[in-house]
T-cell receptor, first 117, second 117 residues
Framework: AQSVTQPDIHITVSEGASLELRCNYSYGATPYLFWYVQSPGQGLQLLLKYFSGDTLVQGIKGFEAEFKRSQSSFNLRKPSVHWSDAAEYFCAVQKGNSGGSNYKLTFGKGTLLTVNP | GAVVSQHPSRVICKSGTSVKIECRSLDFQATTMFWYRQFPKQSLMLMATSNEGSKATYEQGVEKDKFLINHASLTLSTLTVTSAHPEDSSFYIC?????????????FGPGTRLTVL
């Protein structure tokens, strides 16, 4: 079964500083990888996704992530953090794309981002 | 983009009562939907896969008689928490995979906050 590890429970950065959130996955085949953001009491918003091809993917709000197969990682980065980026970030892996239960997502435990002014 | 709605957004009920939560795909059809549960400051845990026209598939440890799922149409899945107790208080989120044209992206509802007194 697939699994996702987000080693950092809570990260604090200053506004304008760079950010990297770590994500490691465990899955036998090439995974479908996602990063989601959740503001308090809200649903999830997709930041970016990786299915295949270029291992550096660009997302919304200035985020990017790099898929590294050798390290089983899919770390999320942003060069300059804004106060509005404060939220919970979840990395997720999807088993496949052949329909039905293959679409279900396994989430990491999340990383809470605090942004200091 | 595709939109998933949930109703109600927030519900408070007395212990022992049943609560129904609706999940609708507003502008696309979804033969499969997923129900997740999120405890405060924790990750999303998949509860079950809702299948249109057939029985739901529950994850290990989820009581199917307690969490009744009905996928009545291609745009509606409902989750009924039967005989709710305080430990069922949680944030319930549904999701639906997009059509192939949206290439496997899943769309999440805004969530339903259930509080059982």
């Amino acid at each position: 079964a697939q699994s996702v590890t987000q080693p950092d429970i809570h990260i604090t950065v200053s506004e304008g500083a760079s950010l990297e959130l770590r994500c490691n996955y465990s899955y036998g085949a090439t995974p479908y990888l996602f990063w989601y953001v959740q503001s308090p009491g809200q649903g999830l918003q997709l930041l970016l996704k990786y299915f295949s091809g270029d291992t550096l993917v660009q997302g919304i709000k200035g985020f990017e992530a790099e898929f590294k197969r050798s390290q089983s990682s899919f770390n999320l980065r942003k060069p300059s953090v804004h106060w509005s980026d404060a939220a919970e970030y979840f990395c997720a892996v999807q088993k496949g794309n052949s329909g039905g239960s293959n679409y279900k997502l396994t989430f990491g435990k999340g990383t809470l981002l605090t942004v200091n002014p | 983009g595709a939109v998933v709605s949930q109703h109600p957004s927030r519900v408070i009920c007395k212990s022992g009562t049943s609560v129904k939560i609706e999940c609708r795909s507003l502008d696309f059809q979804a033969t499969t939907m997923f129900w997740y549960r999120q405890f405060p400051k924790q990750s999303l845990m998949l509860m079950a896969t809702s299948n249109e026209g057939s029985k739901a598939t529950y994850e290990q440890g989820v009581e199917k008689d307690k969490f009744l799922i009905n996928h009545a149409s291609l745009t509606l899945s409902t989750l009924t928490v039967t005989s709710a107790h305080p430990e069922d208080s949680s944030f319930y989120i549904c999701s639906a995979p997009g059509t192939p044209a949206i290439y496997n992206e899943q769309f999440f509802g805004p969530g339903t906050r259930l509080t059982v007194l």
